[in-house]
């Protein structure tokens, strides 16, 4: 096997050479290390430096670099565990060359967390992580991190996986990006709260390829029935550009109020916050203190996200524009006209064209019509 070094913010590691002619160049190496999810680790260093836990499990590493990263740059003391021989030889290699007093393990996620306990867990695989969220959820002092990058049955691109999986039902529109997100956090609050657990989102995002979600556990029978009352669905009319939220866990039949069409449910999903706007602040003040490749566009996510209505779904505005036969405004414009009457109104963190506004359609449509031109 050949290596090459790489880096990470001020972390060092080996990596298996990796064919460049490849269409997915990670896949082509023994051992899996995708540089695109940088940013999701300059995230997860950043978080983890301020919430401090007393200790972290990277239980999926590959080529470890997320929990060397945790241990290297926020002194954190850190597990790493992966099942594959070869990931664990190389795990180990990279935990020499950095001299960091890192345990490696090597063994099945779920068997290591059905036996052990972590302050927080960091659940990464390739594709799903549903297998994963229970022992996960088990396995977790407080923290409980996870990525999936299986966005297809997220977002309703494979329904039939999406229900297998996730055990909700999803729609492949222009708002799925919102949707995967709230999506898998339902389904971790279904593993979580049958366990007398609830859950607090603390910073969850989508991007390109994956979503990651990051929660802190609260204990006891109330939390958990707090949490099981956030969950819902969104109501999408078939028939026009209506949608809103519903919360329950089983959706009733409804017409749309605009058009008289059906209203088709997506969900199950949690409809709560999906982050804690004062963790973002200290996030954000926090980033020029470390040496982030990604550090630039992790503080426009962090100031996007921590403006973002609570809100389940969004309204593309060229969508609509086109919809309405308008020649679409800056959106900035439209936000602002939106905002100025008293509703909530903001850009999406997935989408440079997605706005989160609590406005009714006739709202939204005359800020489009008044801003023309």
Not at 73 to 100: M, Y
Not at 251 to 260: F, T
Request: charged fraction near 25%; glycine fraction near 8%.
């Amino acid at each position: 096997m050949e290596f090459i070094e790489a880096k990470e913010g001020n972390t060092r590691f080996f990596i298996p050479l990796q064919d460049p002619s490849h269409p997915f160049p990670p896949a082509s190496a023994t051992v899996f290390y995708n540089p695109k999810m940088e940013l999701s680790r300059d995230a997860t260093v950043v978080l983890v430096s301020l919430l401090s836990p007393t200790e972290y499990l990277d239980a999926m590493a590959a080529s470890g670099i997320r929990g060397l990263r945790v241990a290297s740059e926020c002194g954190v003391p850190v597990t790493i565990n992966d099942r594959d021989r070869e990931a664990v030889a190389l795990i180990r290699r990279n935990t020499e060359s950095l001299g960091l007093p890192i345990e490696v393990v090597h063994s099945d996620t779920n068997v290591l967390l059905s036996g052990r306990c972590f302050d927080a867990v960091d659940l990464d695989p390739f594709g799903s992580p549903a297998p994963f969220i229970d022992s996960g959820t088990r396995g977790s002092g407080r923290y409980l991190f996870v990525t999936a990058t299986d966005t297809a049955p997220l977002c309703g691109a494979h329904k039939k996986a999406g229900v297998r999986r996730y055990f909700a039902q999803a729609m492949n529109n222009e708002y799925h990006a919102e949707t995967a997100l709230r999506i898998l956090l339902g389904f971790v609050v279904r593993e979580a709260v049958k366990y007398d657990r609830g859950i607090e989102p603390l910073f969850c995002f989508s991007r390109e390829h994956y979503v990651r979600v990051q929660v802190r556990f609260q204990r006891g029978a109330g939390a958990a029935d707090r949490t099981v009352s956030r969950m819902g669905y969104i109501l999408q009319c078939m028939s026009c550009p209506f949608r809103s939220e519903e919360e329950g866990l089983l959706p009733e039949p409804q017409l749309c109020p605009s058009c008289g069409g059906k209203l088709l449910p997506i969900g199950p999903l949690w409809t709560g916050a999906l982050q804690d706007k004062e963790l973002l602040e200290r996030i954000e003040a926090s980033i020029p203190e470390f040496r982030l490749g990604k550090a630039t566009q992790l503080l426009q996510l962090v100031r996007i996200c921590r403006d973002e209505p609570d809100i389940s779904y969004h309204y593309d505005y060229h969508v609509l524009s086109k919809q309405f036969r308008i020649s679409p405004p800056p959106i900035g414009e439209v936000i602002q006209s939106i905002s100025s009457q008293g509703y909530a109104a903001a850009r999406a963190h997935y989408s440079g064209t997605a706005m989160k506004t609590d406005a009714p359609l006739e709202v939204i449509r005359e800020a489009l019509i008044a801003k023309r031109g």
